[in-house]
């Protein structure tokens, strides 16, 4: 297998730990020291389960046992498609334990996604529920054997295993397990948007990702006494980290998973659970906001609401905490690392219109022109990055790897910013092909690449367009092949091809014809860019 290898120089290593950013930690050691420091509180808590700490701890080591039974070896990476469930804890710390590679992949994925993920990464493994609103995950698992063959290994968490391995989550005889990793040792596999298709596969290790978790906690008031709300995807980075599930794990507070985060079910929680604070994607911030005066739950207890995935209108900042009563933090962060907060103590407009500063004094960032330069402390430009918690290479991808960091280290984000006093950064948008639907990261080549497979296609463009409610949505611009396909029934086709359903265009214009310079040439990103403002002028 192509190693997984996270590695900064030798001496930026060496100051990172002088000053304490990386302790030497890992996701066994402090779940173990938490369930000797608190082993009759609460940890997890869903829909059916009420975990204590050392009952987490015991679900885990007993999963850890039935993965090596199972025949997984420690080094083997697993794809994870849970949904928020207290599996999903038992499942990932008993890989952890194991000492093999988690790779998250999200509930709404298809076989196309999981399938690109599992054989870029070398997955032999595959966890999955049995089923989650109303989709077959065991019959995905049988198509992603027949697809990728290497993935010898399907565990069911949660559900009828059917022919599979259902998840140990009680010891069965004596264990014995393998030592912890190395603190350095990659941890486990993040996605990320892919600016030319399918994502990329981040590897993060236990130093660095504990450290920002660790930092998140601080900054955004995570004790022993918190109660965090996973109200999107566990899997997702932002949920996970800012200060997220892991934050509030590491801190010895409580977690509660929310199978959905529509207030009709997100409510009850709060207000039964006492939360304290959860994170929320912009769409979903506006939706509660909307949908909270005319309710009748305590959400008294809610102290602060992260936002972030996607920028926030300042407008819609302004209102948080008059209509939820809680403290607003602006959240800009990326899978890849650099993580930006407002903080608390932030005047109010500062917190309202810009998404935050970073983390870590030694989270080093650049605002750069086209053309490499460094531009007015006010003035947008590219944002690059390099510090304690930021990726320096994907994983088994040369091509991306050439694209998206210098020689020196520094990561290209992909975002465009505007840096102001005090390291306060404002988000404007993406330099490249992205859409950034709801906080989910689309790649337009992607997307065209399915449309143009449809035998009813000439050619495709797929553009971000603004959007109050996603932030963008997605249009696709369509020149037909023949008789003109209805745009219903090419949503539908594309649904069919095992995509994840917000890659799907929101919208499809057909086109008689693309312009084209003099030459008869126009570059994919022109083309697009053309597209979205002769729409936008039309409206």
């Given at each position: 297998?192509?190693?997984?290898?996270?590695?900064?120089p030798?001496?930026?290593?060496?100051?990172y730990?002088?000053?304490?950013?990386?302790t030497?930690?890992?996701?066994?050691g402090?779940?173990?020291?938490?369930a000797?420091?608190?082993?009759?509180?609460?940890?997890?808590i869903?829909?059916?389960?009420?975990?204590t700490?050392?009952?987490?701890?015991?679900?885990?080591?007993?999963?850890?046992a039935?993965?090596?039974?199972?025949?997984?070896?420690?080094?083997?990476?697993v794809?994870?498609?849970?949904?928020?469930?207290?599996?999903?804890?038992?499942?990932?710390?008993?890989?952890?334990?194991?000492?093999?590679v988690?790779?998250?992949?999200?509930?709404a994925?298809?076989?196309?996604?999981?399938?690109?993920?599992?054989?870029t990464?070398?997955?032999?493994?595959?966890?999955?529920?049995e089923?989650?609103?109303?989709?077959?995950?065991c019959?995905?698992?049988?198509?992603?054997?027949?697809?990728?063959p290497?993935?010898?290994?399907?565990?069911?968490?949660?559900?009828?295993?059917?022919?599979?391995?259902?998840?140990?989550?009680?010891?069965?005889?004596e264990?014995v397990?393998p030592?912890?990793?190395?603190?350095?040792?990659?941890?486990?596999?993040q996605?990320?948007?892919g600016?030319?298709?399918l994502?990329?596969?981040?590897?993060?290790t236990?130093?660095d990702?504990l450290y920002?978790?660790?930092?998140?906690?601080?900054?955004?008031?995570?004790?022993?006494?918190?109660?965090?709300?996973?109200?999107?995807?566990?899997?997702?980075?932002?949920p996970?980290s800012?200060?997220?599930?892991?934050?509030?794990?590491?801190?010895?507070?409580?977690?509660?998973l929310?199978?959905?985060?529509?207030?009709?079910?997100?409510?009850?929680?709060?207000?039964?659970?006492?939360?304290?604070?959860?994170?929320?994607?912009?769409?979903?911030?506006?939706?509660?906001?909307?949908a909270?005066?005319?309710?009748?739950?305590?959400?008294?207890?809610?102290?602060?609401?992260?936002v972030?995935?996607?920028?926030?209108?300042?407008?819609?900042?302004?209102?948080?905490?008059p209509?939820?009563g809680?403290?607003?933090?602006?959240?800009?962060?990326?899978?890849?690392?650099?993580v930006?907060?407002?903080?608390?103590?932030?005047?109010?407009?500062?917190?309202?219109?810009?998404?935050?500063?970073?983390?870590?004094?030694?989270?080093?960032?650049?605002?750069l022109?086209?053309?490499?330069?460094?531009?007015?402390?006010?003035?947008?430009g590219?944002?690059?990055?390099?510090?304690?918690?930021?990726?320096?290479?994907?994983?088994?991808?040369?091509?991306?790897?050439?694209?998206?960091?210098?020689?020196?280290?520094?990561y290209?984000?992909?975002?465009?910013?505007?840096?102001?006093?005090?390291?306060?950064?404002?988000?404007?948008?993406?330099a490249?092909?992205h859409?950034?639907?709801?906080g989910?990261?689309?790649?337009?080549?992607?997307?065209?690449?399915?449309l143009?497979?449809?035998?009813?296609?000439?050619?495709a463009?797929?553009?971000?367009?603004?959007?109050?409610?996603?932030?963008?949505r997605?249009?696709a611009?369509?020149?037909?092949?023949?008789?003109?396909?209805?745009?219903?029934?090419?949503?539908?086709?594309?649904?069919?091809r095992?995509?994840a359903?917000?890659?799907?265009?929101d919208?499809?214009?057909?086109?008689?014809?693309?312009?084209?310079?003099?030459?008869?040439?126009?570059?994919?990103?022109?083309?697009?860019?053309?597209?979205?403002d002769?729409?936008?002028?039309?409206?």
């Amino acid at each position: 297998m192509i190693p997984l290898r996270q590695a900064w120089p030798e001496d930026v290593a060496r100051r990172y730990r002088e000053k304490g950013y990386w302790t030497g930690e890992t996701f066994s050691g402090f779940l173990r020291r938490k369930a000797v420091e608190r082993p009759d509180a609460e940890a997890i808590i869903d829909r059916e389960r009420r975990w204590t700490y050392a009952e987490l701890l015991a679900r885990a080591e007993a999963a850890a046992a039935g993965f090596l039974r199972a025949g997984l070896r420690p080094g083997d990476r697993v794809v994870v498609q849970l949904p928020n469930i207290a599996e999903f804890f038992a499942a990932v710390f008993g890989l952890f334990r194991a000492g093999m590679v988690p790779l998250y992949a999200l509930p709404a994925h298809r076989i196309t996604e999981i399938a690109h993920f599992a054989r870029t990464s070398e997955a032999v493994g595959y966890v999955i529920a049995e089923r989650h609103d109303g989709f077959d995950y065991c019959q995905q698992a049988r198509a992603l054997r027949a697809e990728v063959p290497a993935v010898r290994h399907v565990v069911v968490a949660s559900g009828d295993a059917e022919e599979f391995i259902l998840l140990a989550t009680e010891q069965h005889g004596e264990a014995v397990l393998p030592p912890d990793a190395t603190p350095s040792d990659v941890a486990f596999i993040q996605i990320s948007g892919g600016s030319t298709g399918l994502s990329k596969l981040i590897s993060r290790t236990h130093d660095d990702y504990l450290y920002s978790c660790r930092a998140s906690n601080e900054i955004c008031g995570v004790t022993e006494n918190s109660v965090f709300l996973v109200a999107l995807p566990a899997a997702h980075n932002f949920p996970m980290s800012s200060p997220g599930h892991i934050g509030a794990l590491h801190a010895g507070a409580k977690v509660v998973l929310s199978p959905s985060p529509s207030p009709d079910v997100a409510f009850p929680l709060i207000e039964r659970e006492k939360v304290t604070i959860t994170g929320l994607v912009p769409p979903l911030a506006l939706l509660w906001m909307q949908a909270a005066p005319g309710r009748g739950e305590d959400l008294s207890s809610l102290d602060v609401l992260l936002v972030g995935g996607a920028k926030f209108a300042e407008e819609a900042a302004r209102r948080v905490r008059p209509v939820l009563g809680c403290q607003l933090q602006q959240v800009f962060g990326m899978a890849e690392g650099l993580v930006n907060y407002t903080r608390q103590d932030d005047p109010e407009e500062i917190i309202v219109s810009t998404q935050g500063r970073p983390i870590s004094p030694d989270d080093e960032v650049l605002v750069l022109d086209d053309g490499g330069n460094p531009v007015p402390e006010g003035q947008p430009g590219h944002l690059l990055t390099r510090g304690p918690y930021t990726i320096r290479n994907y994983h088994n991808d040369d091509a991306a790897n050439a694209r998206s960091f210098t020689e020196d280290g520094f990561y290209r984000t992909g975002d465009i910013v505007r840096r102001l006093p005090g390291g306060y950064l404002e988000v404007r948008g993406r330099a490249g092909d992205h859409i950034n639907r709801a906080g989910e990261k689309i790649s337009a080549e992607e997307v065209e690449n399915h449309l143009l497979a449809h035998p009813g296609v000439f050619d495709a463009a797929i553009v971000s367009i603004p959007d109050p409610y996603l932030g963008e949505r997605s249009c696709a611009f369509v020149i037909a092949q023949g008789e003109k396909t209805r745009a219903a029934v090419l949503k539908h086709w594309m649904r069919q091809r095992g995509i994840a359903e917000f890659k799907v265009p929101d919208q499809i214009v057909f086109v008689e014809a693309f312009a084209t310079t003099a030459a008869g040439k126009i570059s994919r990103k022109e083309l697009r860019a053309r597209l979205r403002d002769q729409f936008l002028q039309q409206r």
